[in-house]
Structures are given as C-alpha cells and as structure tokens.
C-alpha cells in the first residue's frame, strides 16, 4: 500500500459511518412505531391470540483478549524497531535497472489445472538454492475497546538459503508490514466506533534463480462490509540480490495502454472505471511505481495497476516482447 488514505478520504468515511449511525438509529425508532401500533391494533381486536411462546437464551460472549503477536515466533510486546532491527530504518532500497528477464520457467503443471489466465496463489519450489517459509503478524489493539476493534493480519514470505543481500531482500519484503501497520495507527485515530479488518495475504507468485516475485493482496472491511483493496508487488534479481523498479520492467505507452484495454476487457469483463480513463490515463498508471502492478507468474506476468476503487490486472503471457532493453 503505497498510497496513505487522504485526510478527505478518511473524514468521509468518518463522516459516512456517522451518516449511517444516525440513519440507523432513526429507522429503528420508525419500525419500533410501526411495531407497537400493530401490535395495539391486534390487541383490541376479538380474534387475537398469544399461540406460542418463544425462549431466547443469548449467546456466551467470547471474551477472548486479543494482543499483538506473531504466530510464528514469539516477539512479545517489543515494537517494530526491535523486531526489524534498526539498521531497517532509513535504509535507501537499490534498484537494479540492468535486469533482463529470458528464462523459461518450467512450471508445475498441476498450478495451472488448465487456467489461461493467473489467479492468485504459491507458487514455492524447493529445488533452489534458497527456500522460502511464510510468517504471519496480528495485532488488533489499535481502537479503545468501547470504540470496537480494528483487527490487522499480515502473511508475509522470509526467505532462507544462500543468495546475495538476504538480509536486505527480507527487509525488503516485510517493509510493506512496517507501512500497514503504521498507517492503521495514523487512521485509527480519526475512525468511528465499528469493527474493522485490514487483512494482507503474501503470495510468492513466481521464484527461480534469476527473480523472485512477491505479491501483498490487502483488503478493509468495515462490518464486513468491503472498502477498498491494493496489490503491492516485490520483484527482486536473486543474482545481485537487488529490487527491480516494476515500473521499468516493461516498454509502456500509449499503444501499450490501447491493447492492455483489449485484453482486460476480454479477461475481466468490461469494467466501468477502467473504461471511463483515458489512454493516456492508463499509461500514466502503468508507468507510476506508486500504483503499478506487475509481477512474475509461472503463466508469464500480470501486469496492471491500482486506482482509487480498486485494482486491475491481466495476463501477458507474451510479456517478452515488452521487455526494456538495456
């Protein structure tokens, strides 16, 4: 997630919540009215009758306290400077802007089951010279208990083995953890009472000697009911051991942004934010680090992009012919 919620963004959805609140509290009192002058009405009339009688009994509450933990290994309460180390901090990420991607994957077969286009899932493999292990963070004391609860979840890959910089690549790949969970803190300040859920799930989409490519899908729930969602994507040269720009994976214009339209139509079906932008619009977000999306799959890539509701990708299997040439 690289785009912070805006301070408008957030007041409307605070502003929303509160709308809704008020709307809810002004139905119940018509329906209560409704109820009761029903029931009156029945009351007076000869041929009313109490038939059965119902038993409620509540449900147990469960009161199980939540804390802030990983599943994998115990951190106790220490913050994420203790868990990250600080030498995490401040670092400047560098980008390897030589990389040149001509490998042929040989897939497992059985992770296709006959798909054209790539859905999200693992696609590890334990014939290399690193390995890959999945962790997975909560925490959810981010509101006061009488404002609700805001429940984070992040899944996230630690790579193992004998590459260069591993140390960095996993910085790297939980640096997206530090973001979320910072952003949570700033935004739980300004939200609503109200249940809310901010879920990641880390994918690793593609891995070979060459590259590794990692996937964050994060979705917000607020009463389970859907508010937005991104795709961050990680691809690092495990040769150099350095992050690849995903914006400069592939040669992007506006004849690019013309055919990315065709096939996303094709694949996903019309989708009425997508057709209402501009080509030159599409460009622009395929050509942004801060909104493209694009990553190896053993299908090819996916290349797409977010945007304020949403996000969108498709399938290059052909992506080859797009490579930069350096």
């Known amino acids: 997630m690289k785009k912070k919620w805006t301070t408008g963004k957030i007041l409307a959805l605070a502003g929303g919540i509160s709308a809704a609140v008020i709307i809810f509290i002004i139905a119940l009192f018509v329906s209560l009215y409704q109820f009761y002058d029903t029931l009156f009405t029945l009351m007076d009339s000869d041929e009313w009758e109490i038939s059965e009688h119902y038993e409620y009994e509540e449900d147990d509450e469960d009161d199980k306290e939540y804390s802030k933990r990983r599943k994998a290994d115990e951190y106790g309460e220490r913050d994420s400077e203790e868990i990250f180390g600080e030498e995490f901090f401040g670092d400047e990420f560098h980008f390897d802007e030589e990389f040149t991607f001509d490998e042929e994957y040989e897939f497992d077969e059985e992770f296709l089951y006959g798909q054209e286009y790539y859905e999200f899932g693992d696609a590890v493999r334990d014939d290399l010279p690193y390995s890959v292990t999945f962790e997975i963070y909560e925490r959810d004391d981010f509101l006061p208990e009488e404002d609700g609860n805001f429940h984070m979840e992040f899944r996230y890959p630690v790579i193992a083995g004998e590459v260069p910089n591993l140390e960095g690549i996993n910085r790297t790949l939980q640096q997206e953890l530090i973001f979320v969970e910072e952003h949570v803190e700033e935004i739980a ?8 859920e901010y879920t990641t799930t ?11 490519s990692v996937i964050y899908v994060e979705y917000v729930y607020l009463e389970e009911e859907f508010l937005e969602s991104y795709v961050i994507c990680v691809n690092v040269d495990m040769e150099t051991g350095m992050v690849l ?9 506006d004849d690019f942004s013309v055919e990315f339209r065709k096939r996303s139509d094709i694949q996903n079906g019309e989708i009425s934010d997508v ?5 030159q619009e599409i460009t622009s977000y395929l050509t942004d680090e801060d909104w493209v999306i694009a990553f190896y799959t053993p299908l090819g ?6 945007y304020y509701d949403g996000w969108v990708t498709v399938t290059y299997s052909d992506y080859q012919k797009y490579q930069k040439q350096f």
């Open 275 to 279: 057709t209402a932008m501009s080509d």
């Open 189 to 196: 300040q300004y939200l609503g009472s109200g249940d809310y």
């Open 202 to 212: 880390g994918y690793v989409t593609y891995m070979s000697e060459e590259v590794l």
């Open 245 to 253: 720009k995903n914006s400069q994976l592939l040669e992007v214009d």
């Open 301 to 306: 890539m996916e290349i797409g992009f977010n």
